[in-house]
């Protein structure tokens, strides 16, 4: 059974920094498009970031390019969301999930869905 586990969130003041992880379990990550994800109360769900398979091509919402960066360890079957520079609007369940195709933010494109992690970014 394909799982993916979202792991590193907190609470963090303006101008902090987390990093979150996105780790799988029952099967490898190598083959896959891992997306980043987020999803405030009363919002729809947004796609922040995708990495190719190979982690060679990378993606972003305006909202975050600067401030957030995504990369993948395969060896540790593990993707990573820097965020840095955070503001209260960031504050969000962050999410990660699965594709084989690389291009798509759409939520719709994605699949193997983790359970979420709380950022609340505030003073």
């Known amino acids: 059974q394909l799982q993916l586990v979202e792991s590193g969130g907190g609470l963090v003041q303006p101008g902090g920094s987390l990093r979150l992880s996105c780790a799988a379990s029952g099967f490898t990550l190598d083959y896959y498009v891992i997306g980043w994800f987020r999803q405030a109360p009363g919002k729809e769900r947004e796609g922040v970031s995708c990495?190719?398979?190979?982690?060679?091509?990378?993606n972003y919402a305006d909202s975050v390019k600067g401030r957030f960066t995504i990369s993948r360890d395969n060896a540790k079957n593990t993707v990573y969301l820097q965020m840095n520079s955070l503001k209260p609007e960031d504050t969000a369940v962050y999410y990660c999930?699965?594709?084989?195709?690389?291009?798509?933010?759409?939520?719709?494109?994605?699949?193997?869905w983790g359970r979420g992690t709380q950022v609340t970014v505030s003073s």
């Open positions: 990495i190719t398979s190979n982690g060679r091509s990378t």
């Open positions: 999930a699965a594709t084989l195709r690389y291009g798509s933010r759409s939520a719709r494109d994605f699949g193997s």
